[in-house]
Every structure is written in C-alpha cells, then in structure tokens.
C-alpha cells in the first residue's frame, strides 16, 4: 500500500525557515514527478511547487520563488521542501502528492502538514 508522510511543519515567526519533508512508501517513485501543494484557511489548494524525475523544477507560486526550494532523493524516496524569509501569507497546510507525468493530476496524496508562520 503506497503512503506518502510529510513532516516538518510546525509553528513559525516571520523571516524564519522550515524544511518540509514527504517521504514514500510501497513502491519506488524516482521516475514520479514529486510535488507540493498547500490550501489556505478559507482558500483553494493551490500548486507550490514540482520537480520531475530528471530534477527540473516549477515554482507555481510567485511569491514563493527565491524564498522556497524543492528537492528530492530518490534513494529515499523522499521529496523535500525548504522554506526560507516565511511570511504569514504562507500559513497553510501543504500537502506533498507524486504523479506519473506533469500536467496531469496527481496520483497519491500524503495527509499533509500544517505551517503557521506568525507575525
């Protein structure tokens, strides 16, 4: 049974860092694309960032880019997400989800982890 489990979240003063991790079980994802996501209070799910197979990445949010970096390691089946200069916009839980081809929806999702950046 595949499971996706992330990590690191917590509470956080603005300007401050927290490092995201998703690790994998059930089978091997190093040819997924790995990704994150994260829904606001009161928001929609909004795309945050991926990275395919090969190491290329997409910020999908503005704001994040310079601030926030995705990674992975295959050998651990596990993608990363560090997060640097955290503003309270950022509050939110993020999810990590892994997908077979970019572009189209995610195939396994992990419970996600809540991120609350006060000010």
């Known amino acids: 049974q595949v499971q996706l489990v992330e990590s690191g979240g917590g509470l956080v003063q603005a300007g401050g860092s927290l490092r995201l991790s998703c690790a994998a079980s059930?089978?091997?994802?190093?040819?997924?694309?790995m990704g994150w996501f994260r829904q606001a209070p009161g928001k929609e799910r909004e795309f945050v960032a991926r990275?395919?197979?090969?190491?290329?990445?997409?910020y999908g949010v503005d704001s994040v880019k310079g601030r926030f970096t995705i990674s992975r390691d295959n050998a651990k089946n596990t993608v990363y997400l560090q997060m640097n200069n955290l503003k309270p916009e950022d509050t939110a839980v993020y999810y990590c989800?892994?997908?077979?081809?970019?572009?189209?929806?995610?195939?396994?999702w992990g419970e996600g982890t809540l991120v609350t950046v006060s000010s």
């Open positions: 989800a892994f997908g077979q081809r970019v572009g189209y929806p995610m195939d396994y």
């Open positions: 059930g089978r091997t994802f190093s040819n997924y694309v």
């Open positions: 990275i395919t197979r090969n190491g290329a990445f997409t």
